[in-house]
């Protein structure tokens, strides 16, 4: 297992800094326990870009969540991106660190998309592997995601949330555990989100996702483009009462509306939380 790192600590709800929204967060200072960025946006040093990532570092505590280390691919971790990470890890200071759990290159090629992985125990030592790599060459733990999918693959000899329960378990790695994503494959595949939710160590979660998704014909796509649903919302509510409060993310990245709306979505999850928690 990967030794404990210390790491700041982040309550409440946030929301992800996109750059239409740069000058009215900067000039309103609205209320948000934090900001989550996009590594891979800031990897060029300098610049526009990075000097709006550090007035947000100033004001708020920052989440840095990666989209491109694929973590799962079977070739071999790329020492350039993971250098990159390192800098900007060292040069903001994030509150949490945070990559999705899947693959999206092979030989070099990479592909516009995060693929998911067969949750069997050959899966679960390369990752484990990997995530212990990462944590090392950080000097800091991470928190990996659960991925919306649309196919499934034969070999799996756990469920998801169990193979991200015994992840977290080998690595000492917390879970970043997507509501939406874990609604998405719900509905999908056909199983309770809720038994699925018992199979997770609440220590282990560091942080919640939250966002909307799109029907398109009988399935649910995950888009980050519209409002939480009511059934989300629900999953909240029970994660909240069971684990307890976890900061928690408003995520929207296409169709981005106006900052108003984030921040009525953010305010809404606080209030969720804070009732279930007194409730438990």
């Known amino acids: 297992m990967t030794p404990a790192f210390s790491e700041p600590q982040v309550t409440g709800t946030g929301i992800g800094l996109r750059q239409p929204h740069y000058r009215e967060v900067f000039e309103r200072r609205p209320a948000l326990a934090f900001l989550e960025v996009h590594s891979e946006n800031f990897f060029v040093e300098g610049g526009a870009s990075m000097h709006a990532l550090e007035r947000a570092r100033d004001a708020y505590p920052v989440s840095l969540h990666g989209v491109g280390l694929s973590l799962g691919s079977a070739d071999r971790l790329a020492d350039e991106h993971l250098a990159k990470l390192k800098r900007l890890v060292d040069r903001v200071e994030p509150a949490l660190v945070s990559e999705h759990l899947c693959w999206g290159a092979v030989s070099g090629v990479h592909f516009n998309d995060l693929l998911p992985l067969p949750h069997t125990g050959e899966t679960l030592a390369l990752l484990a592997a990997r995530i212990d790599h990462v944590q090392s060459t950080l000097g800091r733990r991470i928190l990996v995601e659960n991925l919306s999918s649309y196919v499934a693959f034969r070999d799996d000899d756990m469920s998801e949330t169990a193979f991200l329960a015994e992840l977290a378990r ?6 970043l555990l997507d509501l939406n994503n874990l609604y998405v494959n719900a509905v999908n595949f056909g199983f309770d989100p809720i038994e699925r939710l018992a199979e997770l160590d609440g220590n282990a979660i560091g942080e919640i996702h939250l966002a909307g998704h799109a029907v398109v014909d009988d399935c649910l796509v995950d888009t980050h483009g519209s409002v939480v649903c009511d059934p989300v919302w629900g999953l909240y509510a029970h994660a909240c009462e069971r684990f307890g409060p976890k ?25 969720i939380a804070q009732r279930e928690v007194a409730r438990a």
Not at 170 to 175: H, I, K, Q, S
Not at 248 to 271: C, G, K, M, N, R
């Open 170 to 175: 080998r690595t000492g790695c917390g879970l």
């Open 247 to 271: 900061p928690t993310l408003i995520e929207w990245d296409t169709d981005l509306p106006a900052l108003d709306v984030l921040l009525s979505q953010a305010a809404q999850a606080s209030e």
